[in-house]
């Protein structure tokens, strides 16, 4: 994950001088870094969406909206979701810099260890669950990038929570925006 994290541009490596030596040198101001992007990876796998974190201050809204529903799940209560929790998300949807500020860890133990490396983040575990809300299946099926299933669900509800709203009116102008797209495209042709 690391070197991912270093060919992503999250992180920043030292020059190493010697050819032979492979190792990888990291500067100490890089640690806070290392540790979102730790704590990043138990809610996002792929690194593209980690880096929109560090980057792209829209698509961090986004996520974090994301990682909000995701962990008021009762499923991932269970798996030891610390107090910190909230202080982790009211952090994420900040402007604050995650590469010299730490996010607080909402997990007693993070996902990657807790399951030996098997599944590397929540998402993958609580993709086998079939029990959530309407919230957490409209979450799912746009993680999955089921843009069809996210916008079926994302009409045919309405939701209390401000970020599953935020998320219903993003996967809502996604698909119009598509669909405006392909008529365009169709019409050309």
Excluded at 33 to 59: D, G, R, Y
Excluded at 84 to 101: C, G, P, Q, R, Y
């Amino acid at each position: 994950m690391l070197n991912k994290m270093v060919t992503a541009q999250i992180i920043t490596k030292i020059p190493n001088k010697n050819d032979y030596d492979k190792s990888l040198l990291l500067d100490k101001t890089t640690f806070p870094a290392i540790h979102n992007t730790t704590i990043l990876h138990a809610l996002l796998s792929q690194t593209k969406k980690i880096k929109e974190v560090f980057e792209q201050p829209k698509m961090r809204k986004v996520h974090a909206a994301s990682a909000k529903i995701l962990i008021s799940q009762p499923f991932f209560e269970q798996l030891g979701i610390k107090d910190e929790a909230e202080d982790f998300i009211v952090m994420l949807e900040s402007d604050t810099s995650l590469k010299t500020n730490k996010l607080p860890n909402p997990f007693t133990t993070l996902p990657q260890v807790a399951f030996g490396g098997t599944h590397s983040t929540l998402v993958e575990v609580g993709l086998q669950c079939s029990t959530f809300s309407p919230e957490y299946k409209m979450l799912r099926a746009y993680l999955e990038k089921d843009m069809d299933t996210a916008y079926t669900i994302a009409c045919s509800n309405s939701f209390n929570d401000k970020k599953a709203t935020n998320l219903k009116e993003l996967i809502i102008s996604k698909k119009e925006a598509a669909t405006r797209l392909e008529e365009f495209i169709n019409n050309i042709i």
